[in-house]
């Protein structure tokens, strides 16, 4: 991990459109507004895109704000580690933090994947997400992924509606591996309900069914398939103070500030004995690629962000069987195209 000389910081914020609206529980997205930061030394530029998490109110207005803020830090030449400690976790910090291991990885003339101790990244499969809908509509969105391996449904906590959904997916689709994410929907008598169906409909995941600081609803809850952290466990301290109550920690950059941090998640919670997932927000390429390192390391992969958006970046991130690839020169490549 290199300290930078100074370099010049350069900001802006953008509005990705939607194809078309997404719901989950509480929630519909027409939009994703994300940062994008840009830190050039000499003719070589590093890149990063962050959306924040709307459920810590962590947005790219805010954390445009935050990064001009401390400009003058920033363009004074800050490590990776340094980092974690000018800024918390959050949105502003992964952004800088990708755009660091970009700038790094272009000033050495080794892709980002080797900066990190990895071998030639391998294409992974990923979920397709399904957002929450009338039970036939998700079923025919499930149908419409046909080159899907896995697929992950939006569930709201409206147990009965929910409880069809479920039913109507899995009798579209019997094939494919089959996660579940409430987003916080749930209460432990709903969730009662819901469990049997899980096993029923055999689902591999479920995904954030109590709200974030009621973990605790959790206790007595029977595990007959495996339980997930999302917006629980937001960072490397939230890991290590929360994790006995799951089994699957998903881990998003977003969340966490950045691609140092994600690697850090990962090793702990192996420690701790629990499965690894990598998670997205909203976003593009120049979001999934990062990720992409990250999720080399993990057993479940949620990397579909860009296929919800009107237009993505070029060049992309590449989906075919199932699989998401991202090629060097996306991003943390020397030769990447700008």
Partial sequence: ????????????????????????????????????????????????????????????????????GLRDTLEQGVTREELRRVLPAGGARNAVDCALWELEARTLGMPAWQLAGLAQPKPLITTFTVGADAPDVMAQKARAYDHARAIKLKLTGEADLDIARLREVRKARPDVWLGVDANQGYVPNTLERLLPVLVEADVSLLEQPCRRNHEEDLDGIDHVVPIAADESILDLEEL??????????????????????????????RELGKRVMVGNMVGTSLAMAPAFVLGQHCDIVDLDGPTFLVRDRTPGVVYANGRIDCPDHVWGAPDAVL
Avoid: W
């Fill in 1 to 68: 991990m290199i300290k930078t000389d100074r370099v010049e910081l350069a900001l802006r914020n953008e509005l990705l459109r939607l194809s078309a609206p997404f719901r989950i529980s509480g929630h519909v997205f027409e939009n994703s507004p994300v940062t994008i930061v840009n830190l050039r030394q000499g003719h070589h530029i590093g890149r990063g895109e962050a959306a924040g998490v709307y459920y810590t109110h962590d947005t790219p207005a805010d954390m445009l704000e935050t990064l001009e």
């Fill in 240 to 269: 290590n103070e929360r994790a006995h109550r799951f089994d699957v920690i998903n881990i998003k950059l977003d969340k966490c500030g950045g691609l140092t941090e994600g690697l850090m998640m990962a090793r702990r919670a």
